[in-house]
């Protein structure tokens, strides 16, 4: 994460200091790890009432995106709740379907906020075994074992079920438009 | 639509590459993080960079390195060889890997691979086996194919699985170098067994062998090094072929 924005000219600071993230010009929400300790770790050091009171854009990444949701079958966690959709776990319909959904994808977009100037699918890359339905704030919605949601936007709040740290020029222009935001 | 993988494979030594390459348009085809770029611009979906120094110092020079792949390269990268215990694998991916694979060190002792999931994921858990047919069928072998184990190849793979891998890089030594495919019937019967993905490794030589796997070894992914480091089979020209072929691969 830190070498993709740097690749972009920009210097991140990486903290878990309230004052710092208040400051901030945006802030970057990344996660690879489990729901339910997460969160706690989030609540101990009062992440969890931070972040859902950031008035900047903030972009949530794969983890990031789930904790942003109300609730995660992940531990049965409960999350931040800023979009009133759950997490749930994938559950294969045919021997194909492997869990992690791990590779690259196609998703479709809303064509704007962070996917301004997309116009067709495109490939970017997923590994997850956890996933967010079609809901009112889809900003991209992709397809593995069913439809579910991509990419959420709501207000000043982005997220991303997949990782454009990792999707080479694809994510590159995905996490330019949100620093251009 | 879920794409199949392409994954080139480089060989590391010191920090350098270790087999030569004919890439005339490389600055320094002996610069790992030149040649992943190069792959990377051509659409390689994956790279994986194996350690194969033998040193302590060594072992310092390929972090550093793995920090200077993860600041310039923008797609996943899979770190392997020379791994040993949980703090190897705390190390490579503080400096910046997505995955580890993990050979003979998790035969030796299977524990590894349930530390590794259990404190960073099965994501990044990448069991890789180097496995051989014998009369009494395809047995694992350690130190790159040197030593023979008492472990069986599906028995081994499936206890993997259990102990929390998140995929299986299957590589045959009886095609490992041979150029003459893939081994498909021991990949179906992975990929048909295990619920993680395959990758394929091991026999690549031309592009239908790269069909081949996908289709009928039901891979998931399918690793190579030679056709791509000496330009054998251009990835664009690959990825093109197997498109044309209505299987799923990214453009």
């Known amino acids: ?181 | 639509m879920l794409a199949k993988r392409i994954i080139p494979c480089l060989d590391i030594r010191d920090g350098r590459t270790v087999k030569g390459t004919n890439f005339v348009n490389l600055r320094d085809a002996g610069d790992p993080v030149e040649l992943g770029r190069l792959y990377s611009e051509q659409g390689a979906d994956e790279l994986v960079f194996l350690d194969i120094t033998a040193s302590f110092e060594g072992r310092k020079t390929f972090t550093e390195l793995v920090e200077r792949i993860a600041a310039n390269i923008s797609i996943p990268f899979t770190v392997g060889g020379g791994i040993h215990e949980l703090k190897d694998v705390e190390r490579l991916l503080s400096a910046g890997a997505d995955k580890v694979s993990v050979n003979s060190a998790a035969i030796k002792n299977p524990d590894l691979i349930n530390q590794i999931a259990l404190n960073f994921g099965s994501q990044v858990c990448v069991a890789a086996i180097d496995a051989k047919q014998m009369p009494e069928g395809w047995r694992c072998f350690l130190n790159g194919g040197r030593v023979p184990t008492d472990r069986m190849l599906f028995e081994w793979a499936h206890e993997a699985e259990d102990r929390g891998a998140g995929e299986i890089l299957f590589t045959s030594m009886d095609h490992d170098g041979v150029k003459q495919g893939f081994a498909n019937d021991a990949l179906r019967k992975l990929s048909d067994e295990l619920t993680i993905p395959i990758i394929a490794s091991g026999g690549a030589g031309a592009k239908e062998h790269f069909r081949d796997t996908f289709i009928e070894g039901h891979a998931d992914a399918a690793l190579a090094a030679s056709v791509f480091h000496f330009g054998e089979i251009p990835i664009p020209e690959l990825k093109q072929y197997l498109c044309g072929l209505n299987i799923p691969i990214r453009i």
């Open chain 1, 1 to 181: 994460m830190i070498g993709a924005l740097t690749r972009l000219g920009v210097t991140p600071l990486l903290t878990d200091n309230e004052e710092e993230l208040r400051r901030a010009d945006k802030v970057i929400f990344p996660g690879v790890g489990e729901a339910s300790t997460t969160m706690e770790y989030l609540r101990a050091h009062g992440l969890d009432r931070i972040i859902k009171d950031l008035k900047q854009p903030v972009l949530g990444i794969c983890l990031g995106q789930q904790l942003m949701c109300s609730h995660s079958e992940e531990g049965d966690a409960d999350c931040l709740g800023i979009f009133d959709v759950p997490v749930l776990k994938f559950q294969p319909q045919k021997h194909q379907d492997k869990v992690p959904h791990m590779g690259w994808n196609t998703i479709e977009t809303t064509g704007d906020g962070i996917f301004k100037g997309f116009s067709k699918p495109e490939f970017v890359y997923f590994v997850h075994s956890f996933y967010v339905p079609v809901c009112q704030w889809t900003a991209a919605r992709t397809e593995y074992i069913l439809p579910f949601t991509a990419s959420l936007h709501k207000d000043n709040f982005y997220a991303t079920q997949f990782h454009p740290e990792k999707s080479g020029p694809t994510g590159e222009r995905i996490l330019k438009n949100f620093l251009d935001i």
